[in-house]
């Protein structure tokens, strides 16, 4: 019997998330989410982006299975959550706090989702070790996350989602507490991880420079009630670097989505 | 090379000993000056001198102390976190119980001591129960709260990565609730010697399990006021040891991580 999808075979055929015409109303009777339709390919990274109140988290929650949809149906993997497997595994959520253990060092926190999941010691320090090497903090193993700067502790929590080598990739404005230089860095370092992983990533974002350089599709959001309001193609190809910011490309596709937020705020005021 | 005055083990020790030797001096010079009767306010030296002519009377009277001091702290703490943990499990539990942990807290010891001296034959066991009444408040409270004291989003975090009950006791809360512990053990190691000095003086116990108040009450019965000094003396330097003491234990257990024990930086 199957327990879980095959994910080499899954990899290139089947979508990662399908949504479902899923929407979310809230216990005092408010509407988080009008139904969405939307569907997540491997190896895509979508942004979900949009003013306040459009429901960008609660739409993540929702991909993450950490809140049930009121109406119609979640799909991972074209299957159900069992065969599919516990979703700690095959996913990782990275939230905008680094959510670290301040009594832990560094290499203790990689290792803590493994250890949740009863891999055993030794081969968790050794993915453990991978990971950090990874996103370029060996050196910083044996520290405690309070010697570590902000984009540093962000880079550990990155680490601790990788460890798992989940498929998925579910991100909820990680660098949004980060100045501007070390957020840029911390996305390249991103998107090439993405690249070299195959991995499929969904980002919530305020920024419009960091949709535009990280996506390879925007959906744009809108409040009053949250819904998907269109959804925009990046067709830049991947990998891309820092120079992808200087490019004329760059600037004319940030002024298209600019735009095109604009019109849902618009389309966001109360009725 | 940093001066001497600014050296971190210089502002530790020398300057409080410095004070202390400054004190003692003008209380020497005082009682000498005034010509103050030993047997009205002694001399530093009046207590030194009893001190080491009494020392194993006093000594042995230090180890009946520190015994009850020890038994009852120990079994506070082992009390106090079972507790904590009881009333961390379940809210019902805390609500129903909470109220009588709080009226052992506001009973003076002094008002319970004689109820317990009667009913406890055993004198030591007597005086253990008096002074873990008073030792046992501060473990619980600080301790439940260190226990609830979790950080929401590494609690999210570790419900997302379906951790189990266990798991989370261990990884999750425990470590969250050291600082907390610590806290609640200073305040209790402190509690437990006051504990078991009034409950001698109510227990009024001579013999075998004649702690450092009975001498004091021996000496004055006898207006032997340097020796009374002398234990007195005693009293505060156990206290201050075992405040050190506690210090040193949340240093290792916090030093690394927590704010409360970091040492400054530069």
Same mark, same amino acid.
């Given at each position: 019997m199957l327990d879980r999808v095959n994910p080499s075979f899954v990899a290139e055929t089947v979508p990662v998330v399908e949504l479902l015409s899923a929407d979310k109303v809230f216990a005092n009777g408010t509407r988080g989410l009008a139904p969405v339709d939307l569907t997540i390919r491997p190896g895509e990274f979508v942004s979900l982006i949009g003013p306040s109140g459009c429901g960008k988290s609660t739409l993540l929650k929702l991909i993450a299975n950490l809140i049930e949809p009121s109406d119609g149906r979640l799909v991972w993997w074209r299957g159900s959550f069992r065969q599919v497997g516990s979703p700690g595994r095959r996913l990782a959520f990275v939230f905008q706090d680094p959510t670290l253990m301040p009594w832990a060092?560094?290499?203790?926190?990689?290792?803590?989702?493994?250890?949740?999941?009863?891999?055993?010691?030794?081969?968790?320090?050794?993915?453990?070790?991978?990971a950090l090497a990874r996103v370029g903090l060996t050196e910083a193993a044996t520290r405690y996350p309070r010697q570590l700067s902000g984009g540093m502790r962000m880079r550990v929590s990155i680490a601790r989602a990788l460890v798992t080598q989940p498929d998925l990739l579910l991100m909820d404005e990680p660098f949004g507490a980060l100045d501007e230089f070390t957020r840029n860095r911390l996305d390249e370092e991103l998107i090439g991880l993405c690249h070299e992983r195959g991995l499929t990533n969904v980002f919530v974002t305020h920024s419009i420079w960091e949709a535009v350089f990280l996506s390879s599709r925007i959906v744009v959001m809108a409040a009053n009630p949250g819904r998907v309001f269109a959804e925009y193609q990046v067709n830049e190809p991947l990998p891309r670097d820092a120079s992808f910011r200087d490019s004329a490309r760059f600037s004319a596709l940030c002024r298209e989505l600019s735009a095109l937020l604009s019109d849902a705020s618009l389309a966001s005021v109360p009725r | 090379?940093?001066?001497?005055?600014? &050296?971190?083990?210089?502002? &530790?020790?020398?300057?409080? =000993?410095?004070?202390?030797? +400054?004190? +003692?001096?003008?209380?020497?010079?005082?009682?000498?000056?005034?010509? =103050?009767?030993?047997?009205?306010?002694?001399?530093?030296?009046?207590?030194?001198?009893?001190?080491?002519?009494?020392?194993?009377?006093?000594?042995?009277?230090?180890?009946?102390?520190?015994?009850?001091?020890?038994?009852?702290?120990?079994?506070?703490?082992?009390?106090?976190?079972?507790?904590?943990?009881?009333?961390?499990?379940?809210?019902?539990?805390? +609500?129903?119980?909470?109220?009588?942990?709080?009226l052992f807290q506001v009973t003076p010891v002094a008002?319970?001591?004689?109820? %317990?001296? %009667?009913?406890?034959?055993?004198?030591?066991?007597?005086?253990?129960?008096?002074?873990?009444?008073?030792?046992l408040f501060p473990i619980i409270s600080n301790t439940t709260i260190g226990l609830r004291s979790v950080d929401p989003g590494l609690a999210a975090y570790?419900?997302?990565?379906?951790?189990? &009950?266990?798991?989370?006791?261990?990884?999750?809360?425990?470590?969250?609730?050291?600082?907390?512990?610590?806290?609640?053990?200073?305040?209790?190691?402190?509690?437990?010697?006051?504990?078991? =000095?009034?409950?001698?003086? %109510?227990?009024?116990?001579?013999?075998?399990?004649?702690?450092?108040a009975y001498q004091i009450m021996q000496a004055s019965f006898q207006l032997d006021i340097p020796q009374m000094f002398a234990a007195l003396l005693l009293i505060a330097l156990t206290g201050v040891a075992l405040f050190g003491a506690m210090i040193q234990l949340q240093q290792f257990l916090l030093g690394h991580w927590h704010e409360s024990a970091l040492k400054a930086e530069r």
């Amino acid at each position: 019997m199957l327990d879980r999808v095959n994910p080499s075979f899954v990899a290139e055929t089947v979508p990662v998330v399908e949504l479902l015409s899923a929407d979310k109303v809230f216990a005092n009777g408010t509407r988080g989410l009008a139904p969405v339709d939307l569907t997540i390919r491997p190896g895509e990274f979508v942004s979900l982006i949009g003013p306040s109140g459009c429901g960008k988290s609660t739409l993540l929650k929702l991909i993450a299975n950490l809140i049930e949809p009121s109406d119609g149906r979640l799909v991972w993997w074209r299957g159900s959550f069992r065969q599919v497997g516990s979703p700690g595994r095959r996913l990782a959520f990275v939230f905008q706090d680094p959510t670290l253990m301040p009594w832990a060092k560094v290499e203790a926190n990689v290792r803590l989702p493994l250890e949740l999941a009863g891999v055993k010691r030794a081969e968790a320090r050794e993915r453990a070790a991978e990971a950090l090497a990874r996103v370029g903090l060996t050196e910083a193993a044996t520290r405690y996350p309070r010697q570590l700067s902000g984009g540093m502790r962000m880079r550990v929590s990155i680490a601790r989602a990788l460890v798992t080598q989940p498929d998925l990739l579910l991100m909820d404005e990680p660098f949004g507490a980060l100045d501007e230089f070390t957020r840029n860095r911390l996305d390249e370092e991103l998107i090439g991880l993405c690249h070299e992983r195959g991995l499929t990533n969904v980002f919530v974002t305020h920024s419009i420079w960091e949709a535009v350089f990280l996506s390879s599709r925007i959906v744009v959001m809108a409040a009053n009630p949250g819904r998907v309001f269109a959804e925009y193609q990046v067709n830049e190809p991947l990998p891309r670097d820092a120079s992808f910011r200087d490019s004329a490309r760059f600037s004319a596709l940030c002024r298209e989505l600019s735009a095109l937020l604009s019109d849902a705020s618009l389309a966001s005021v109360p009725r | 090379m940093t001066p001497l005055v600014e &050296r971190p083990w210089f502002a &530790r020790v020398a300057a409080p =000993v410095c004070v202390a030797l +400054l004190l +003692l001096a003008v209380w020497q010079n005082l009682c000498t000056v005034y010509e =103050v009767p030993k047997y009205l306010f002694p001399k530093p030296t009046d207590v030194l001198e009893s001190l080491i002519e009494n020392h194993v009377t006093l000594l042995w009277a230090l180890l009946s102390t520190l015994k009850v001091t020890a038994y009852a702290f120990g079994l506070s703490v082992l009390l106090g976190t079972t507790v904590a943990f009881l009333f961390v499990q379940s809210k019902l539990l805390e +609500l129903s119980l909470f109220p009588y942990a709080v009226l052992f807290q506001v009973t003076p010891v002094a008002a319970i001591a004689p109820l %317990i001296v %009667i009913l406890v034959k055993d004198t030591t066991t007597a005086l253990t129960l008096c002074a873990t009444v008073i030792a046992l408040f501060p473990i619980i409270s600080n301790t439940t709260i260190g226990l609830r004291s979790v950080d929401p989003g590494l609690a999210a975090y570790f419900e997302m990565n379906k951790a189990g &009950r266990w798991q989370m006791l261990w990884r999750l809360r425990i470590p969250s609730a050291l600082p907390f512990f610590m806290a609640g053990l200073r305040i209790s190691s402190g509690l437990a010697l006051v504990g078991a =000095v009034v409950a001698e003086f %109510i227990a009024g116990t001579g013999g075998n399990s004649a702690g450092l108040a009975y001498q004091i009450m021996q000496a004055s019965f006898q207006l032997d006021i340097p020796q009374m000094f002398a234990a007195l003396l005693l009293i505060a330097l156990t206290g201050v040891a075992l405040f050190g003491a506690m210090i040193q234990l949340q240093q290792f257990l916090l030093g690394h991580w927590h704010e409360s024990a970091l040492k400054a930086e530069r």
